[in-house]
């Protein structure tokens, strides 16, 4: 799918996993406080088919993918 968010981790513990055709769990990243995702599919307007899944208790921001790259292109 086409991702509309992008995701910073606040607190907890985040990984994302691809799940093959096989049905086996793949875990592609970890992330923890401070870290973020999501950000290359959103620029190059690409498929993400990553599934997140929490570790332990979390809290994820969610900016949506209009907000973000004003953000990040609001100095071009």
């Known amino acids: ?3 509309q968010l992008f995701f910073a981790t ?3 513990k985040v990984k994302c996993v691809k799940v093959h055709e096989d049905g086996k769990e793949y875990i592609t990243n970890l992330y923890s406080v401070g870290q973020f995702f999501g950000y ?3 620029i ?3 498929f ?5 899944i ?7 921001l969610q900016i949506p993918k209009e ?3 004003q953000m ?3 100095d071009i």
């Open 1 to 3: 799918m086409l991702l």
């Open 10 to 12: 606040n607190k907890g």
């Open 40 to 42: 290359t599919a959103l």
């Open 44 to 46: 190059e307007d690409a």
């Open 48 to 52: 993400y088919d990553d599934t997140a």
């Open 54 to 60: 929490v570790l332990e208790e979390a809290e994820v």
């Open 67 to 69: 907000e973000f790259l």
């Open 72 to 74: 990040i292109y609001s």
